[in-house]
């Protein structure tokens, strides 16, 4: 066969011809062709594997990406000392808020306060309503950006609600913001 095995090759016709004529003499059912079937099941199982893969690789990619729930004051130091831009990226930072350092704007939407893990502080500038449970000393966890001036402006603030009994994260005990509460109380 010098056309290679394509449709229309003469050679391929003169051979599908005489085999068709061999089954039409004893009335058995003419074959497929094996390579046409093996052909199309395997580019649809290859397309298969291709987009299950891709499918995959992006579920354990955006896992890893958001497997923290929450970074500590430290650890945004660290990041931004780390990678000078990653300031002004969308970042959740948990802490505590420094007793007395609450500041409300007269029309009550904007607050301002500052945020600690006991070792690195952060004003943080929130302009929205405040939960019932935001008070001093307060666990929070703060969505927004860290601008390059220092300041954290939050668009979202969460504070942890009091009436819940729950460990404190593994990552808070060791610090010395947690001791000083913890000892205080």
Known sequence: MGCGGRRGCPALNQQNTAIKADYALCDLPVPRPIFL???ARSKFLL??????????????????DTAVYYLTPAELSAKTVADPTFFGTGVKVGAR????SIVREAGGRQ???VMT????NYNVVYRGITPDTFTDGVDVVVEGRLGRDGVFHATTLLAKCASRYENAPEKYKSTPGYRAAADSA
């Not at 808020?97 to 007395?100: E, L, R």
């Not at 893990?117 to 690195?120: E, L, N, R, V």
């Open 47 to 64: 397309g298969g594997v291709v987009v299950l893969g891709s499918a995959g690789y992006l579920m354990a990619s955006s896992i890893r």
């Open 117 to 120: 893990d006991g070792a690195t």
């Open 111 to 113: 607050v301002a306060f």
């Open 37 to 39: 079937s093996v052909k």
């Open 97 to 100: 808020v420094v007793s007395g």
